[in-house]
């Protein structure tokens, strides 16, 4: 107030003023005094007062109280007339404050976005010419009373969809919009649905908004990536709407989602054939005469409310094919006629008529003819519908079940039960059947004389006491359908009224068998036709954007599939080719080295890193579990003719993940290897000379290393570039550390004194002529395993000096 009273001083000053100014320069005064004390009259919004923060609060400070906030003044939380405003002026604020470029030009200019175009072109910012108040961003879904239609009374949760609307989606279609708080294009829908959720929700249509703003998680979850949305729900299965958003469009897209052969058309032709079905369906039927063209949609919708329980035809009374019917049923053409159909199809067994009809009349209609006079007792779900278990003394519930067959011997027991029924109905007592060959678990309970039981039909009378099973009954005698046994009947249903102690019997019953289990084949294939015809028609109204992940995937699959196949066939050309040269190898044939191993190798060489006392850590003391590591010990000397060949024998194992290579320098590792043979003495023979002891000679060998479990294996070279196919200690080195080594000493006492020199350099190539065979029985598992405490001290792997 202070401020605009202060413009309006201004204001008179400046005109007092004009009186001695020409009549422009006043003008133009008069005009700079009117914005200036309309910059200052309007209301301003401080973020800092509003978070409650100061200026100097961090990003983590504000982000906090925010977070508080807005579930304080979430407007679905706290019912306060205010908490709206108060919830739009918090996220206002937090977005001013959460931007350090906004946040800045609050603190230099007091600016925010709602005050932005008037000193926004002193500071570099482009805008239009036009200034827009705030009743501009007032827009109707944003106004007090649009939301309390679009989002308090329709609005949806995560885990209300997830809880409530799924599982209805299987009673009734839901039509579902999705929005946001600054949609513009929501504006443009808004009528249109408004009138659609009025007259949906009049029909049974379920109604939902979802806010992105408030729930990202469910509009992810239903797969709505824009502003705005609709979509279906119906049997948990989300269907998007793709059409222009007229009445009509919407009203055809809720008529389409619901499944095809909900309604079948009825004519003179195949109404025997129609009412007929109950003993085989064992469902009432319902015949709707009416002359509009089409099925109407109220009607639909109630045939999938209660598909489960009821079947449904329609009679077009326009149709010259239908008269029969229509004079058959005494049917009037001025109003709508509903029919239901039990056991006897010849007259209904209840009507209603009405020009108006409204979803509560026929849901009470529905509701009080879900059931046969007689029913089957085809599933458990039935059964406890038909018979449920008792809860209060004055809603006892008790079932007569006639236990029979659906042989031609049965029939006139049958008819006589179903007449028995059908005039002794009563609020209390239910009349059920079933067959004895179908629930046979179920009938060995009640029936006392199974020898009797298979031949002749009879009837039990029971009460159910719990959920788990437990129940009360009385086996009558045989049922032939006599007038005797019917009188019988009678009597103690009326004693059952007065004293429900008769029940005597007590016993847990067995769920029943789901005789209809074998339609889930033909459900299947009609919910695959449904998604086939779906998909065909999102192709033919051109929506690629929700079909391009789809056909990616297919796409992909087939390119995989495709090239899967060409480097398929040219790897099998380039194997055939390379045979030949594999086969003329007659060294790894002679030593046993075989061709391929059980894993291909996935490289064209091999990778063999130096244990050194940098990679002795990773290498072998903390090698995975299951990892082994192949160390081939050499000299300076012999180190590139050695690794060549290492590098060959143990190529076609090195498709194996589990395996590792390397190799150890003896020369400045030497100290390290005696101390691991020392743990493992067995797994070493230390050769003497004629004099006395020497040094050993550990080129050419090989350790398979498991780090994990502490043990290791001993490959021990063998000359056999002069003689092949002489016996060699290589034998004993793949798994017995060294019994015909002592008897190949034996036999050849010359070749010892040799060994005493240094080999030569085909000599040391030939020394793991054998390594391949031996690499076999390490994979096998079949060689000698020296099992050590402890693995050597880092110390030990040092440079010996």
């Known amino acids: 107030m202070r401020r605009s009273t202060g413009g309006l001083h201004l204001l008179e000053v400046s005109v007092m003023a004009a009186s001695k100014m020409s009549v422009p320069l006043a003008v133009v005064v008069v005009l700079s005094v009117l914005l200036t004390g309309a910059t200052h009259a309007g209301p301003e919004m401080d973020p800092y007062k509003i978070l409650g923060v100061t200026r100097s609060a961090s990003q983590a400070e504000i982000k906090k109280v925010y977070k508080r906030l807005a579930k304080e003044w979430h407007p679905d939380k706290n019912k306060n007339p205010g908490a709206e405003d108060m919830f739009i002026k918090i996220t206002k604020s937090y977005e001013i404050l959460s931007s350090e470029d906004k946040r800045a030009n609050y603190d230099r200019y007091g600016q925010t976005d709602d005050t932005q175009p008037y000193g926004g072109a002193r500071y570099g910012h482009r805008h239009d010419s036009f200034y827009f108040d705030e009743s501009?961003?007032?827009?109707?879904?944003?106004?007090?009373?649009?939301?309390?239609?679009?989002?308090?009374?329709?609005?949806?949760?995560?885990?209300?969809?997830?809880?409530?609307?799924?599982?209805?989606?299987?009673?009734?279609?839901?039509?579902?919009?999705?929005?946001?708080?600054?949609?513009?294009?929501?504006?443009?829908?808004?009528?249109?649905?408004?009138?659609?959720?009025?007259?949906?929700?009049?029909?049974?249509?379920?109604?939902?908004?979802?806010d992105v703003g408030y729930e990202r998680r469910l509009a992810n979850h239903l797969g709505a990536h824009r502003t705005p949305s609709i979509l279906g729900v119906i049997n948990g299965k989300v269907t998007f709407f793709h059409y222009a958003v007229a009445k009509e469009h919407l009203r055809q897209f809720v008529e389409d989602l619901l499944p095809q052969r909900l309604v079948e058309w009825v004519t003179d032709k195949n109404d025997l054939q129609f009412l007929s079905s109950w003993h085989e369906l064992n469902k009432p039927h319902v015949l709707l005469f009416d002359q509009v063209p089409g099925v109407p949609l109220l009607y639909k919708l109630t045939a999938f409310a209660y598909k489960d329980?009821?079947?449904?035809?329609?009679?077009?009374?326009?149709?010259?094919?239908?008269?029969?019917?229509?004079?058959?049923?005494?049917?009037?053409?001025y109003a709508p006629t509903m029919l239901v159909f039990k056991e006897n199809i010849d007259k209904p067994a209840d009507i209603i008529q009405a020009k108006g009809m409204k979803k509560q009349i026929i849901d009470e209609f529905m509701s009080n003819n879900r059931f046969l006079l007689v029913p089957r007792l085809v599933n458990q779900k039935l059964f406890d519908e038909?018979?449920?278990?008792?809860?209060?003394?004055?809603?006892?519930?008790?079932?007569?079940?006639?236990?029979?067959?659906?042989?031609?011997?049965?029939?006139?027991?049958?008819?006589?039960?179903?007449?028995?029924?059908?005039?002794?109905?009563?609020?209390?007592?239910?009349?059920?059947?079933?067959?004895?060959?179908?629930?046979?678990?179920?009938?060995?309970?009640?029936?006392?004389?199974?020898?009797?039981?298979?031949?002749?039909?009879?009837?039990?009378?029971?009460?159910?006491?719990?959920?788990?099973?437990?129940?009360?009954?009385?086996?009558?005698?045989?049922?032939?359908?006599?007038?005797?046994?019917?009188?019988?009947?009678?009597?103690?249903?009326?004693?059952?009224?007065?004293?429900?102690?008769?029940?005597?019997?007590?016993?847990?019953?067995?769920?029943?068998?789901?005789?209809?289990?074998?339609?889930?084949?033909?459900?299947w294939i009609y919910a695959s036709y449904d998604y086939l015809s779906e998909v065909i028609d999102d192709i033919l109204h051109n929506n690629w954007r929700e079909m391009m992940p789809l056909l990616s995937l297919i796409f992909s699959a087939l390119f995989i599939l495709f090239g899967t196949v060409v480097i398929q066939a040219f790897s099998d050309s380039s194997e055939d080719k390379q045979t030949k040269p594999k086969a003329k190898d007659g060294s790894k044939a002679e030593n046993g080295s075989p061709g391929t191993s059980s894993r291909p190798p996935k490289k064209s060489f091999v990778e063999v890193t130096e244990l050194t006392d940098i990679t002795y850590i990773s290498n072998l003391v903390k090698l995975r579990p299951g990892h082994m590591n192949i160390v081939l010990v050499l000299t300076d000397a012999s180190k590139n003719i050695l690794l060549s060949k290492f590098a060959k024998e143990v190529y076609s194992f090195t498709g194996s993940p589990t395996l590792h290579f390397s190799f150890l320098n003896i020369d400045k590792h030497g100290e390290w290897m005696n101390t691991l043979l020392e743990y493992a003495q067995d797994a070493m023979q230390i050769d003497e000379d004629d004099g006395g002891n020497h040094k050993m000679d550990y080129t050419g060998y090989v350790l398979a290393l498991n780090g994990h479990k502490k043990y290791l294996c001993l490959f021990k070279p063998v000359y056999t570039g002069e003689d092949p196919g002489s016996k060699s200690s290589e034998d004993e080195g793949a798994g017995s550390g060294g019994r015909s080594r002592s008897s190949s000493r034996d036999d050849h006492p010359p070749r010892r004194s040799k060994r005493s020199r240094?080999?030569?350099?085909?000599?040391?190539?030939?020394?793991?002529?054998?390594?391949?065979?031996?690499?076999?029985?390490?994979?096998?598992?079949?060689?000698?395993?020296?099992?050590?405490?402890?693995?050597?001290?880092?110390?030990?792997?040092?440079?010996?000096?």
């Open 136 to 210: 501009f961003y007032n827009f109707p879904f944003n106004s007090k009373n649009q939301r309390d239609f679009a989002d308090n009374k329709y609005t949806l949760q995560f885990n209300q969809y997830v809880n409530d609307v799924v599982p209805d989606s299987y009673k009734r279609p839901y039509l579902i919009k999705i929005t946001s708080d600054w949609c513009f294009s929501c504006i443009h829908i808004e009528p249109v649905w408004k009138e659609v959720v009025q007259e949906m929700e009049t029909l049974g249509v379920g109604i939902g908004v979802v």
């Open 309 to 333: 329980y009821l079947q449904f035809g329609y009679v077009d009374q326009g149709l010259s094919e239908t008269a029969n019917l229509q004079k058959e049923f005494n049917i009037n053409t």
């Open 386 to 523: 038909l018979c449920p278990v008792k809860q209060f003394h004055r809603r006892r519930k008790f079932c007569v079940l006639l236990i029979t067959g659906d042989e031609e011997t049965f029939s006139f027991g049958n008819h006589a039960f179903l007449s028995f029924a059908s005039t002794n109905t009563k609020d209390v007592v239910r009349f059920a059947y079933v067959y004895q060959r179908l629930q046979q678990p179920l009938c060995d309970i009640f029936t006392q004389n199974k020898d009797s039981a298979e031949s002749s039909a009879q009837v039990v009378i029971l009460e159910r006491r719990n959920a788990a099973g437990k129940a009360l009954f009385k086996p009558m005698t045989a049922w032939n359908g006599s007038e005797d046994e019917k009188q019988r009947l009678l009597e103690e249903l009326e004693r059952l009224q007065k004293d429900p102690s008769i029940l005597v019997h007590d016993a847990m019953l067995p769920e029943l068998n789901n005789e209809f289990a074998s339609m889930f084949v033909i459900r």
């Open 758 to 801: 240094s080999l030569s350099t085909l000599q040391t190539h030939h020394k793991l002529d054998r390594l391949a065979l031996w690499m076999e029985r390490l994979m096998e598992g079949t060689l000698h395993r020296y099992y050590i405490p402890t693995w050597p001290g880092l110390d030990k792997i040092t440079p010996s000096k």
